[in-house]
């Protein structure tokens, strides 16, 4: 398996832009997050889709933000508008559910996002 | 979930082995501890998880004390690719929630 894959690696856009990030799972987890990862507070969770249904959103900093999974194999996060404070490492990561390996997290190489 | 306590920062000669402490004095009987690293510009990478027994892989050795309020992640033989930010984690085993809350970690260098 190829990993989890993540577009764009770079991204850098304007305020006020509208930003889309993109995130492939492993082939067969049923779990996938996103975080978000900055010098001030470091690497923290947005978002987390079990079965393709948000189980806990609760990190998603505002309204600007949303995310979606629309099936097994695929994910997006959404900013609009963007504002240069977004501007982060944004990591997706997968996982299966079962058992002691439900904890067991494989990650994306991040999107580095700068909105200007 | 319980806390962790790590050094921000150690350092460990290429071929020695690096021993990493994390406490996490407040873990519960039902709590798993998870080591993950960092590798600078990489997403974070797994690697190993115990409960109460010394664990090992390929990639490293985790002790537990018999108390469980702390852990030590041992890097064998260090190389220079094993510099890295290194996060301790305590997860509630057979918790629904996917949940890992990352602190700051170790950083760890390894010089030649």
């Known amino acids: 398996d190829a990993g989890v894959i993540q577009s764009p690696r770079h991204e850098v856009t304007e305020m006020g832009q509208e930003v889309t990030l993109r995130c492939k799972p492993i082939s067969g987890h049923n779990s996938l997050f996103w975080y978000r990862q900055t010098m001030m507070r470091g690497l923290e969770l947005l978002i987390y889709f079990n079965n393709n249904v948000p189980i806990d959103d609760s990190g998603m900093p505002e309204d600007r933000f949303s995310a979606k999974m629309p099936n097994a194999s695929f994910s997006t996060l959404k900013i609009q508008p963007s504002e240069p404070r977004d501007s982060a490492v944004y990591f997706c990561?997968?996982?299966?559910?079962?058992?002691?390996?439900?904890?067991?997290?494989?990650f994306g190489a991040g999107t580095r996002l700068s909105v200007l | 979930d319980a806390k962790t306590t790590q050094p921000p920062s150690m350092d460990c000669a290429e071929g020695r082995a690096a021993n990493l402490p994390c406490n996490h004095s407040?873990?519960?009987?039902?709590?798993?501890v998870y080591w993950y690293r960092q590798i600078h510009s990489q997403g974070p990478q797994y690697i190993i998880h115990g409960l109460k027994n010394n664990e090992t892989n390929e990639m490293a050795s985790l002790i537990i004390t018999e108390d469980r309020k702390s852990s030590t992640l041992i890097l064998p033989h260090a190389t220079l690719r094993d510099t890295a930010v290194y996060y301790c984690i305590v997860r509630v085993r057979g918790s629904t929630l996917g949940r890992l809350y990352f602190g700051r970690g170790t950083q760890l260098t390894v010089w030649p």
């Open positions: 407040t873990i519960s009987g039902n709590e798993y």
């Open positions: 990561a997968s996982s299966y559910l079962s058992g002691e390996a439900k904890n067991i997290q494989y």
